[in-house]
């Protein structure tokens, strides 16, 4: 199975960026689509953003509209979040997950392996 693996977390302050990075053991092949997720304590884990892994499209949740950018680099096996104008609702241990097949992208339960995760602490 592929394993993945996040970086580039951090503490920031507000209005900072980071660049998180999910890196593939191999080559996704059977993969639909790609997503990062994220889980704050004591919430529960929540889609932030997804793309499909040999199209275009990508999906976003409201919160993150306009701030973060999802993108992947094939070549490298390589998933990005680009994260501007952080605020400190977005302080959460970020994972990126891989989708076998169709079925709604937004959903947790529709990924089928995962990353350990990254933390992203932003500071006000």
């Known amino acids: 199975q592929v394993q993945l693996r996040e970086s580039g977390g951090g503490l920031v302050q507000a209005g900072d960026s980071l660049r998180l990075s999910c890196v593939a053991s191999e080559r996704p092949s059977k993969t639909y689509a790609m997503g990062w997720f994220r889980q704050a304590p004591g919430k529960e884990r929540e889609f932030v953003a997804a793309?499909?892994?040999?199209?275009?499209?990508?999906y976003y949740a409201e919160s993150v509209k306009g701030r973060f950018t999802i993108s992947r680099d094939n070549a490298k096996n390589t998933l990005y979040l680009q994260m501007n104008n952080l605020r400190p609702e977005d302080t959460a241990a970020y994972y990126c997950?891989?989708?076998?097949?169709?079925?709604?992208?937004?959903?947790?339960?529709?990924?089928?392996?995962w990353g350990q995760g990254t933390q992203v602490t932003v500071s006000s």
């Open positions: 793309i499909r892994w040999t199209a275009t499209s990508t």
């Open positions: 997950a891989g989708k076998i097949g169709g079925g709604n992208i937004y959903l947790i339960t529709q990924y089928g392996y």
